[in-house]
């Protein structure tokens, strides 16, 4: 089945500086690739999601990197603020609509 | 719009007893469910599919017998914990794909359940 391997577990990055989380895939079927953030005790919130037609996509601060070759996707925040704290977790959607998240990654973003 | 609610925001029962968990879909009828299990500080792993009017299909290594799903009507799956013990405690979520969904994957989720059994 599929596999999804997220790095780095955890990021500091300091107030207006970028953060890359990177992850990985196995399965060449998967078609759908969104990204989460979730916060303490609450639901993952989607940020931003990309298909496996598109090698990218932005909104505002966020982007989202596709390489299907590699099976490699990736978020890019821009001028972190604070608020940006989270943690953070890709998925790829293999079949059926059902999502396969990855590790996640703490996002610290000091003021 | 595509708003999904669960019930009850939490709950702490005895070990040896069931749960049940309910999810809705708020505004918009939704064929497949699906639930989801985060232990503390880790990712949300996937439990099963839940299809309206069939049987739920549940990924390797859950026990079926244990966590119990009904998906009976088009807004409203139901996870059963049967016999919960403590290493069941855990934030259940679960999520809701609607109609236009068919073309853009797009899942919905529920606020969670914090589980604790004592």
């Known amino acids: 089945g599929e596999n999804v391997e997220q790095h780095p577990s955890t990021l500091s990055v300091q107030e207006g500086d970028s953060a890359v989380i990177k992850c990985t895939y196995s399965?060449?079927?998967?078609?759908?690739f969104p990204w989460y953030k979730q916060e303490l005790g609450k639901r993952p919130q989607l940020i931003i999601d990309?298909?496996?037609?598109?090698g990218e996509k932005k909104d505002q601060r966020i982007a989202v990197t596709l390489n299907k070759t590699a099976k490699h996707f990736s978020l890019h925040i821009t001028e972190t603020q604070p608020e940006d704290s989270a943690v953070y977790f890709c998925?790829?959607?293999?079949?059926?609509?059902?999502?396969?998240f990855g590790s996640g990654t703490r996002l610290l973003v000091r003021p | 719009g595509a708003v999904v609610s669960q019930h009850p925001s939490w709950v702490i029962c005895k070990s040896g007893t069931s749960v049940k968990i309910e999810c809705r879909s708020l505004?918009?009828?939704?064929?497949?469910m699906f639930w989801y299990r985060q232990f503390p500080k880790q990712s949300l792993m996937l439990m099963a599919t839940?299809?309206?009017?069939?049987?739920?299909?549940?990924e390797q290594g859950v026990e079926k017998d244990k966590f119990l799903i009904n998906h009976a009507s088009l807004t409203l799956s139901t996870l059963t914990v049967t016999s919960a013990h403590p290493e069941d405690s855990s934030f259940y979520i679960c999520?809701?794909?609607?109609?236009?969904?068919?073309?853009?994957?797009?899942?919905?989720f529920g606020p969670g359940t914090r589980l604790t059994v004592l």
């Open positions: 999520s809701a794909v609607p109609p236009s969904g068919r073309n853009l994957p797009e899942q919905f």
């Open positions: 399965d060449s079927a998967s078609n759908y």
């Open positions: 990309i298909r496996s037609n598109v």
């Open positions: 998925a790829a959607s293999p079949i059926g609509y059902k999502l396969i």
């Open positions: 505004d918009f009828q939704a064929t497949t």
């Open positions: 839940s299809n309206e009017g069939s049987k739920a299909t549940y």
